[in-house]
């Protein structure tokens, strides 16, 4: 029989083999934030990790560039630097091109899927009363809304509950970045601010 004091340290082995599997397999979260991963631990390809870099633009400092074919989102600084994020876009035709400006920002914005989205997908029907913000929401943690000659376009730059989908097209138009980078999104964006969407 095994004693008590043998069956603790087998345990603790264990748990520090175990550990050591998965941390040689890359399936340990690391930190969110510049350089990591999104707080659900999910790690992202690196690619899309949110980075400054030098990127030359004509667009004013404080604006934003969405480049829909590289899955990036640009924050302009200035002195041939932005801020880059990797996004999920709107499926194929499913995306705004052109201009647009932030006209309106939420914290845990709620959703309510529109008429042509669920003809689309009659899942989301399911949804028509609308979801409440918060961590199941589509939406995620932030929304900057989208706005031409003041009105919504009902596209969005906004978090995501599907990190996973960072770098893909699978979204019915609108922009998706991790919670984490969505919050230091919207915290460094202004209403007014520019949208260039390509």
């Excluded at 400054?52 to 002195?79: C, F």
Aim: proline share 5%.
């Amino acid at each position: 029989m095994i004693s008590e004091m043998s069956a603790e340290n087998i345990a603790r082995r264990g748990v520090l083999l175990a550990g050591l599997a998965l941390m040689a397999s890359g399936c340990m979260p690391t930190i969110g934030g510049l350089g990591g991963s999104s707080s659900s631990g999910v790690t992202l390809d690196r690619r899309y990790r949110r980075q400054r870099v030098a990127y030359d633009s004509t667009e004013p400092v404080g604006s934003i560039v969405v480049d829909t074919s590289q899955r990036y989102l640009y924050s302009i600084e200035g002195g041939g630097y932005a801020m880059r994020y990797g996004v999920g876009v709107g499926e194929e035709g499913l995306s705004l091109k052109g201009r647009a400006t932030i006209g309106r920002k939420a914290v845990w914005p709620s959703w309510t899927p529109s008429a042509s989205m669920i003809k689309r997908k009659p899942r989301l029907a399911q949804y028509a009363g609308g979801v409440p913000g918060g961590p199941n929401n589509p939406l995620g943690a932030r929304a900057l809304y989208l706005y031409r000659g003041g009105n919504d376009t009902r596209f969005r730059l906004h978090g995501t509950n599907e990190p996973w989908t960072i770098g893909t097209a699978v979204s019915n138009g609108c922009i998706r970045l991790t919670n984490d980078d969505v919050i230091y999104l919207y915290e460094r964006t202004p209403e007014g601010a520019a949208v260039l969407v390509v």
